[in-house]
């Protein structure tokens, strides 16, 4: 009986951390914190730098469609524009057309073509 308490107990004993282990290295995807006030499309792109990589609120006008999740919205009142890009979850329920007014929120990516990774899109009311 002593035999069969110490072999459970060596065996709870390595599996318990191996566990534990395992659990800690998945991590659970992170929630997109919205910004604390949106920014415009001229804001963004006047200072990229420092929003490169960052998550941001923009608002502006669809202007074009260039693939099935690829678009541009200008801002109304500089015309200045940014591409967004949006998730297959915002794509495949959220249909825009050229002259929607969205605000959208995702991570921007300053590279040779600016762009937005939109993760939460909201179209504005009429």
């Given amino acids: 009986m002593l035999k069969k308490l110490f072999i459970a107990s060596s ?12 659990h800690s290295q998945v991590s659970a995807p992170q929630a997109f914190q919205d910004p604390v006030d949106a920014i415009t499309i ?4 006047d200072n990229s730098i420092q ?3 960052h ?4 608002q502006g006008v669809v202007a074009a469609q260039l693939s099935h999740d690829e678009y541009i919205i200008i801002d109304k009142s500089s ?3 940014v591409q967004i890009d949006l998730e297959d ?9 050229k002259g929607m ?3 959208v929120f995702g991570e921007f990516d300053q590279g040779e073509q600016p762009e937005i990774e939109v993760v939460r899109l909201e179209v504005a009311k009429a």
Avoid: G, W
């Fill in 51 to 53: 929003y490169d990589e």
């Fill in 55 to 58: 998550n941001v609120a923009v």
């Fill in 11 to 22: 065996v709870l004993a390595m599996v318990v951390p191996a566990i534990a282990f395992a």
């Fill in 89 to 97: 979850n915002i794509n495949a329920h959220t249909a825009l057309k």
């Fill in 101 to 103: 007014e969205i605000r």
């Fill in 79 to 81: 015309h200045r524009h």
């Fill in 42 to 45: 001229p804001q963004l792109l």
